[in-house]
């Protein structure tokens, strides 16, 4: 299924939304976005984007605007998953794949057996936020390690002091978002390992507004969603760092920000967010989307809830781009891309590509 976007909402929390403002856009897109040249010298194709529920609002945003600025071009933008979305990119039906993670070495092999030459581009950051009530005073820091025992499936913990025993006796109250979010699927899988482990006895809403609602008045809640929408926020709540250091010494504590996020430190719950081009589909349409979602993708972000790239790394990543430089940077199997600094990374395979 396909969306074609001329007006719509910038923010989705989840599939079930996704579906249905895909369904309203495509309405709207038959009324007011026919096909052809409205005079002005733009591009009048059209530029077919499959893939990542994750990726899909900034891809939509950037659509929305793209189509703005270029009446006569077209963009449709499907909802397949990243796995379904390269499925369908790497047998040559769709010119760009959103992707919330990169492409893995088996998918690499299907393209070189295809024969598609892509270039790998990174869009934004997806960083995620814990909180609990503005007025708790008894954690400032989380491990991974807790955030693990307190939301993996069929967890016993139910009070603070089950988590630390210098916590108080008191009850915790869990609120995240509903199972069909992407926001859903990347806490567990960075947390937990898995895509979709985890304890369902907790207050789940696809709404951030409800999930910030209950922890704001929930004095022993905790809850995770979005960190530009905590930014939106922040007077309401209270937001906790992440240690990965499972022993819990503290010092490796980190609090989210958009500089944490960009410098890599923010771990595991940060991560480059990715579009894939194929090369054979470049035409005028689709490199004029490309070069217009790398100069707008920074300022769209933080609308639809993830953290924005320095116009420095943006500008490395249009040099890839206008260079047509194909291949992986990050689908490396030696490569965690939680935390990953993408301009160092993007350095770094420069470096390596003048030394060869």
Known sequence: MTSSCCSCSRRFSGVSALWAGALLVLSMGLVGCGGGSDGSGGPSGSVSVDGSSTVFP???????????ANRGARVTVGVSGTGGGFSKFLRGETAVNNASRPISP?????AEANDIEFIELPVAYDGLAVTVHPDNDWVDCLTVEELRRIWEPNSEIDNWNQ???????????????????????YFTEAIMGESGASRSDFTASEDDNV?????????????????????????????????PDERGSGASCVTPSAETVNDGSYR?????????????????????????????????????????????????????FQNRTTGTVFGREDLDVAGVQVAETLRNAARADTTE
């Open 163 to 185: 988590v630390r025993d210098d916590f108080p006796d008191r009850e915790i109250e869990l609120y995240g978002p509903g199972t069909a979010s992407g926001t859903y699927d």
């Open 58 to 68: 900034l891809t939509e945003a950037v659509a929305e605007e793209f189509m703005r």
């Open 106 to 110: 088996g998918e690499i092999e299907k």
């Open 211 to 243: 999930l910030v609602q209950g922890i704001e008045g929930t004095e022993g809640a905790l809850g995770y969603f979005g960190l530009a929408y905590y930014e939106n926020n922040a007077d309401k709540l209270k937001v906790l760092g992440i240690d």
């Open 268 to 320: 595991p719950l940060s991560r480059p967010l990715f579009i894939y081009v194929n090369t054979a589909k470049l035409d005028e349409t689709a490199e004029a989307f490309g070069d217009f979602y790398l100069q707008n993708a920074g300022d769209l972000a933080p609308d639809v809830g993830y953290v924005g790239m320095p116009d420095s790394t943006y500008a490395l990543v249009r040099q890839r």
